[in-house]
């Protein structure tokens, strides 16, 4: 099992996740060329994707899997709320899976085990990959943790985990005042103190890999990320990787 980053940030989102002959793609929100050229970086053809699987409808998880579906026939599962509102987008694809209250289901050799998550978005759900043995968590776009985030990710073996913010940064920052009650609430993403906290709260035993994602440009530094992190694993600064908007990541294996 391994996984990689085509970029993470506001500009644009999309992880891949391979297990055996199987290859997902957990939302696309960048241009069909973009996409396609940020594939090969990975060693990837367009037509090697057998799925995409999305996390909610905001723009830079969403905007370009209709265009990539519709292109390249590649199926797509999301919620019933994501669907509501990206329904004008999606109405033409001929291959669209309904997620069913957050139960879980695999495709071909992927188990995906989907999680609600407080982000104002219509029906949002983050995910755990796995192939019966190991576990990859997937976390961005959600304001606050809640006991039920915390189960989920209790035993992963791999963790992709938003610190999108500083608070100190986002609160002495330009943003109007209404973005920053919007991003630092409850339903916005989650800051860098939240995630360690989180991180500290799990059994982290198994962790092999932990990505610092969805990193805001404006209010956030690797650094600090990193540091938030490393703090809470008592690890080294450089173990903690991170998920950049242009490059996103390179292939990480489980074993």
């Known amino acids: 099992m391994r996984f990689a980053c085509l970029g993470s940030g506001s500009r644009g989102n999309g992880l891949v996740v391979e297990v055996a002959n199987t290859r997902l793609l957990l939302d696309c929100g960048f241009t069909l060329k973009e996409t396609v050229i940020r594939l090969m970086r990975l060693g990837l053809e367009p037509g090697m994707i057998d799925g995409i699987v999305v996390t909610h409808e905001h723009d830079d998880h969403v905007s370009g899997v209709a265009r990539f579906a519709r292109k390249f026939g590649t199926p797509v599962w999301l919620?019933?709320?994501?669907?509501r509102s990206t329904r004008k987008a999606f109405a033409l694809l001929p291959r669209v899976n309904i997620i069913e209250d957050?139960?879980?289901?695999?495709?071909?050799d992927i188990e995906i085990e989907p999680y609600p998550v407080p982000h104002d978005a219509q029906e949002p759900a983050q995910f755990v990959f796995g192939d019966g043995a190991l576990r990859l968590g997937v976390l961005t776009d959600t304001g606050c943790s809640t006991p039920h985030i915390e189960a989920i990710l209790r035993h992963c073996h791999a963790l992709v985990l938003e610190c999108n913010h500083d608070a100190q940064m986002l609160a002495n920052g330009n943003y109007p005042q209404s973005l920053k009650r919007r991003v630092g609430g409850r339903l916005g993403h989650l800051e860098n103190a939240a995630s360690a906290n989180l991180l500290a709260s799990l059994d982290c035993s198994r962790l092999q890999h932990v990505i610092a994602a969805h990193l805001s440009q404006k209010n956030n530094t690797p650094l600090l990320a990193q540091t938030m992190l490393s703090g809470a694993l008592n690890c080294e600064l450089d173990w903690i990787g991170v998920a950049d908007q242009?490059?996103?990541f390179s292939w990480r294996q489980l074993f």
């Open 79 to 83: 919620t019933h709320g994501t669907l």
């Open 102 to 108: 957050y139960q879980r289901f695999s495709i071909g």
């Open 246 to 248: 242009s490059d996103g």
